[in-house]
């Protein structure tokens, strides 16, 4: 029987997510320390653990089936794969910052000027966008020194907080791309193996879902009971049980967490009574 083969970063900013959504899916694996490959137990699938730069030649090549990987890094690699799913996890920007002294006007202050990046593809789309030549210099690592050595004005790099830039001396001056991790997958990727991609983001969906509700359960008397309902549509309707205490009732139902503060409040106002709110692991609809 065929196997699906899971990419991974092996180890950074986007491995704990990754493996927590494997494991979140049901699916357990081998976990020893400095393994490539790992097999599941309870689900065909492989994990290859690789640095993040490397799993979209990976999966356009085929060697891994789908991965997980930064947006950032899989528009900049070029690579032709399927963009499957958004993830909502390592959000990040890319940003161009400059020595904090420097006055700013606008993009054209950085007519000429050399920036220092590890993202000459999607710097330079952005640069010739905006009608800016500039000069890029590709390296690999630190880019944010760059300026204090003298080897560029300016960077363009990933900013999340700011403090690694602050502490750098620079200051953020234009946001270049946004990114969250996502889920790609091969193209030519054979039936047996779609059937299993299919399964997998079943789960997964059914994890998203779950993340964003929560299971409440509540007392309220029984006067209360209709305001209450309107305020909880649950999946279909809540479910009302009587309490022993005659003239009470409890209900229970599945809200979002968009909106939760804001429920709960309206709640408490039509009567709502110890309140219980509860994490979900899967909601299948
Ligand atoms: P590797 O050794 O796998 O090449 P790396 O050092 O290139 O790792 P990480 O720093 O672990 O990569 O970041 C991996 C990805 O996480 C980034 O490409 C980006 O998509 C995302 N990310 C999210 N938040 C941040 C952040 N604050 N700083 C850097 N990357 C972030
Ligand atoms: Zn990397």
Not at 89 to 118: H, M, V, W
Not at 124 to 137: C, R, T, Y
Not at 226 to 240: D, E, H, M, W, Y
Not at 248 to 262: K, L, M, R
Request: a neutral charge.
């Amino acid at each position: 029987m065929e196997k699906l083969r899971l990419a991974v970063q092996k180890s950074g900013r986007l491995s704990e997510k990754s493996l927590d959504l494997v494991k979140e899916c049901g699916i357990s694996y081998a976990s020893g320390t400095g393994k490539l490959l790992a097999s599941c137990y309870n689900f065909p699938m492989e994990i290859l653990f690789l640095r993040d730069d490397d799993i979209p030649g990976y999966v356009e090549d085929g060697v891994a089936d789908i991965g997980f990987v930064g947006e950032n890094v899989l528009i900049e690699s070029g690579r032709k794969v399927k963009t499957i799913e958004r993830m909502g996890f390592g959000r990040c920007r890319l940003s161009i910052a400059i020595p904090r002294s420097q006055e700013y006007n606008g993009i054209e202050d950085l007519q000429n000027k050399s920036i220092a990046t590890s993202y000459p593809h999607i710097l330079g789309k952005f640069l010739k966008e905006k009608g800016v030549k500039a000069d890029i210099h590709e390296i690999s690592g630190s880019v944010e020194i760059a300026p204090g050595i003298g080897l560029a004005d300016a960077i363009c790099d990933i900013v999340s907080t700011g403090s690694t830039l602050l502490s750098n001396g620079l200051k953020e001056v234009e946001s270049v791309f946004t990114s969250e991790a996502v889920l790609i997958g091969h193209k030519g990727i054979s039936a047996e193996k779609q059937h299993l991609l299919e399964k997998l983001l079943f789960r997964l969906a059914s994890v998203k879902r779950a993340k964003n509700n929560k299971y409440i359960m509540l007392n309220a008397p029984n006067k209360s009971l209709q305001k209450i309902i309107a305020l909880l549509p649950g999946i279909n309707s809540p479910t009302v049980q009587s309490l022993a205490t005659e003239g009470w009732s409890s209900v229970h139902s599945v809200i979002n967490e968009d909106d939760f503060w804001e429920k709960i409040e309206a709640l408490k106002k039509a009567g709502a009574e110890g309140i219980l709110v509860m994490p979900i692991d899967n909601l299948i609809l």
